[in-house]
């Protein structure tokens, strides 16, 4: 089979011109936006884009605007020259690799820098207000009040801002007609779809199931950092979540107990706890018992190694 | 000469299938966000939306998320046929009217309602999550971080959210090449222009001058209800700016010599004022001496109602 190679664009009016181009002719446009170090996972993310349009863009950049000044932007995992072997490996390929420097960059400076600003605020700022001479003078924020409230939201106070931020300004560029988003990150997916719906945007956002590893370990690029004895901790939590999916099964639908199971299971083999919840899939609000159809989340350390994992369990 | 009729939209399908059957066809589409109520500053607008593109599109649509619990949502005034004969009457007209009934509508109710939710963040909550039934469920806001915070954004907390938010909404359903705002709203126009550079909306925003009535006083729909004394003491705001102006060209350079003499001009006149800002015109932060181009902006209430005027003052 011919590989297909795909069209690496690194600007913001290239990318654009690309699309309406394309749009032009009739065709329609799938977004699969994705920090790069590609694995499964992101494959079959893009293996459902391409049941849905014509064309297939996939979006490599890893968002400052995301992380938290102590978190881990300065050691994500990359490796671009890998990951368009990858895409190449995949059955009929991607047209587009959009893989911008700085999607932050308008051309000038501000007087004043992002960091005083962000400091402002009180203290929480984003690596991209931390990065000085990159990002400096951007200051609009998109957030989505309510579902970003708990879960990953409350370890991490800048994530949702800006990734629903950083999936605007991609949508605006791209203006693909659908988007495929992974539900291993679960919370992430509602909120993208909530935004979409709220302010109108044109795409179809579509959540595709997550992959795991023959082990169970949810796949994650973060987990190239987990040591082997670290990794086999981890996988505490798919057994944990299993068992739980398996414990509602037999009846025993009773929140608190489940979730005490799963943390003293996770919390026994070595991890260290951020969250175990069991929301309303839609909402995300937290349930008492499994009536309608839930989600089954958890957020753990194994190391330096924070991993996100979830489950969905339907009343039975 | 003819007048044009324009096309009465009320749905965002519809609306959206407009602007791309006519992008197909090689048309650029102008838009002109209003809040219905016209006057001749509205259409000034609209001669400025003329000059950029091929097709006007006017939205008439008075947005309850700009408007807090406090605030004049119920008596903001309205006359929609009468808004319909005065575009009629602008040479060469407008092409559409987009007149949603409720743009924060998804069809759907969730089950806990916006009021409640609202409560939760402090009390703090816009028309729109007032309204029982109508925009339930909305959460995403748009944030300008710092152009929001000062002038109108201290006296008026969800104005400037409610404001890109709804501008956003507009962008996606009708998606313009060009939008048109009044420097009227200055702090207004210069967050728009921030938001759409920061989320790389594919839209050129326009800043057009403010309109006068004869007698000076900046036109505003809300100038219909303030009474005869109410107008002539009203005045008293855009004498202050015209002589601070004049002023300032005569060398007298310092802005809080020159706030002082306004605050009193206008007080005395029987004005209370909300604010008398000198702020640099992009980054809307106050300056002390008129060294490069400045705005002064003035909000102050005669009666119930409240006005807003500015003027540009460059460098001499």
């Known amino acids: 089979m011919a590989l297909k190679e795909p069209k690496i664009i690194r600007n913001k009016e290239e990318m654009r011109n690309w699309s309406r181009t394309m749009r032009a002719q009739g ?32 979006s490599i950049y ?46 000038f400076e501000r007087e004043q820098s992002g960091v005083k600003k962000g400091e402002k605020e009180g203290g929480i700022v984003s690596c991209l207000e931390d990065e000085k001479g990159r990002g400096i003078g951007h200051e609009t924020w998109i957030r989505v009040s309510e579902l970003e409230k708990g879960m990953c939201g409350r370890s991490r106070p800048v994530f ?34 909530r935004m979409v719906r709220d302010l109108d945007f044109a795409v179809k956002v579509i959540g595709s199931e997550l992959m795991r590893d023959e082990d169970g370990l949810a796949m994650s690029s973060r987990n190239v950092h987990l040591s082997p004895q670290e990794r086999e901790q981890a996988l505490s939590i798919s057994r944990a979540l299993f068992e739980a999916r398996s414990a509602a099964k037999k009846g025993k639908n009773i929140c608190s107990e489940l979730r005490r199971s799963m943390i003293e299971s996770i919390e026994a083999a070595g991890g260290k706890i951020d969250y175990v919840e069991i929301v309303d899939q839609e909402s995300l609000e937290t349930v008492e018992d499994i009536k309608n159809g839930v989600v089954v989340c958890v957020a753990a350390w194994f190391g330096k190694v924070r991993l996100i994992d979830n489950m969905e369990i339907d009343a039975s």
Chains 1, 2 share one sequence.
């Open 160 to 193: 949702f801002r800006g990734v629903a931020t950083v999936v605007a300004k991609l949508f605006n560029v791209i203006e693909p007609d659908v988007a495929v988003f992974g539900k291993k990150d679960y919370q992430q997916w509602r909120i993208i779809q």
């Open 62 to 107: 890893v968002n400052p605007g995301q992380f938290a000044v102590n978190e881990d932007l300065s050691t994500y995992p990359s490796d671009f020259a890998g990951d368009i072997e990858k895409l190449k490996s995949i059955p009929n390929g991607v047209d587009v690799v959009f893989n911008p420097q700085n999607l932050y960059d308008y051309g």
């Open 27 to 58: 065709k329609t446009i799938g977004l699969v936006p994705t920090m790069g170090f590609l694995h499964q996972g992101h494959l079959s993310l893009i293996t459902e884009a391409q049941k849905h349009t014509h064309l297939i863009v996939v």
